[in-house]
């Protein structure tokens, strides 16, 4: 076992095909933080079922979900890479941690009360109020020093703060509390053709979303038929110009230039030479990111083993952690 820091995350297998909002504003973080740390990447295939989803889906989408993590740079010699429902320990315990967590403070979580807002209390099921304590004991598990999330799933890693400090008080020190890493250097990537909403697969226009896994030639359209703004000077200014900048973020966030940078060099071009220039660069880094999905996808038996070696090397960790929990917390061993 390695003597490295530890990081972890999970990303829930949605949709058929992260989008570059999810990629950028998540996953890319994800491959570079292997070198100083172990890794734990895997797929939230039980939070999933927080939502009504068809079987067939589901199944499509925990596998296409892994194969990106992987063609995004998710190194499965070095990182585990596993499904969360493969390592049983999770719900385990989860359910020990549900038992130090108060009622009012899971029912404060605030992605509960939106998502139980919209779609009744009824359509709220037990799970989606118990989502943030099995996220909490996937990280713990696992003794994660660092979570690379997004900045909504920033009340999430408190509750796990908070749920490891107490065990760790009521009973000995246990687990490590973890450090979020929210990354903030790439800004929000807002919908192509309404660009003061967040990107996101439930758009009310599909030309507003780049699907990392849609034709490139799709995907190229989508960025020349993006909305801008009126005026034809290509400035920075997210409130009169949500549009521009927009497509200034993403271009900036492919190029690795800043934005600054970009806008200077755009001197006395007009909005098309930006719309191109975002496309090019997006397509360069997703279309052989979209390859090597798909080549992955279709080496299903090689895709399986892999998430069977990323849930053994998972499991090694998840049943010591799960054994010394057992046993702090007064249940005794099988004889
Ligand atoms: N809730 C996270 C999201 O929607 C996904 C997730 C589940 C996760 N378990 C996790 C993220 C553990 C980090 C660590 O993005």
């Not at 049983?88 to 009360?113: I, N, Y």
Request: charged letters at 25%; aromatic letters at 6%; one cysteine or more.
């Amino acid at each position: 076992m390695s003597d490295k820091p530890r990081v972890l995350s999970l990303a829930q297998p949605t949709a058929d095909s992260l989008h570059i909002g999810n990629y950028l504003g998540a996953l890319r973080q994800w491959p570079p933080l292997q070198d100083q740390y172990e890794a734990f990447y895997g797929v939230a295939d039980l939070h999933a079922l927080t939502v009504d989803v068809e079987p067939a889906v589901l199944r499509k989408r925990c596998l296409a979900s892994a194969a990106q993590l992987i063609a995004a740079g998710v190194d499965p010699t070095r990182s585990a890479v596993f499904l969360q429902s493969h390592v049983p320990e999770h719900t385990q315990l989860m359910w020990v941690l549900s038992c130090l967590t108060g009622f009012g403070q899971a029912s404060r979580m605030t992605q509960f009360k939106d998502k139980s807002a919209r779609h009744g209390s009824d359509a709220a099921n037990v799970g989606l109020f118990n989502y943030p304590i099995l996220m909490a004991a996937d990280i713990l598990l696992y003794n994660a020093d660092r979570v690379p999330v997004g900045e909504d799933q920033r009340q999430h890693l408190e509750l796990t703060r908070d749920l490891a400090q107490r065990f760790n008080a009521r009973y000995s020190p246990t687990f490590t509390v973890p450090e979020p890493h929210i990354v903030r250097s790439v800004g929000k990537i807002m919908d192509l053709q309404d660009p003061t909403a967040k990107m996101s697969k439930t758009s009310s226009s599909p030309n507003g979303v780049v699907d990392l896994l849609d034709e490139p030639k799709l995907n190229a359209k989508k960025f020349r038929s993006a909305v801008t703004d009126s005026g034809r000077d290509i400035v920075f200014d997210e409130q009169n110009k949500p549009g521009v900048a927009n497509l200034l973020i993403i271009l900036a966030a492919f190029t690795g230039r800043s934005v600054e940078d970009l806008v200077e060099g755009f001197a006395g071009k007009g909005y098309g030479d930006l719309k191109v220039a975002a496309a090019d660069a997006a397509g360069a880094e997703v279309t052989p990111f979209r390859e090597r999905t798909l080549e992955l996808l279709g080496e299903k038996t090689e895709l399986e083993q892999i998430l069977a070696d990323g849930a053994e090397k998972a499991r090694a960790v998840a049943s010591r952690t799960i054994a010394k929990v057992y046993r702090k917390v007064g249940l005794l061993r099988r004889g």
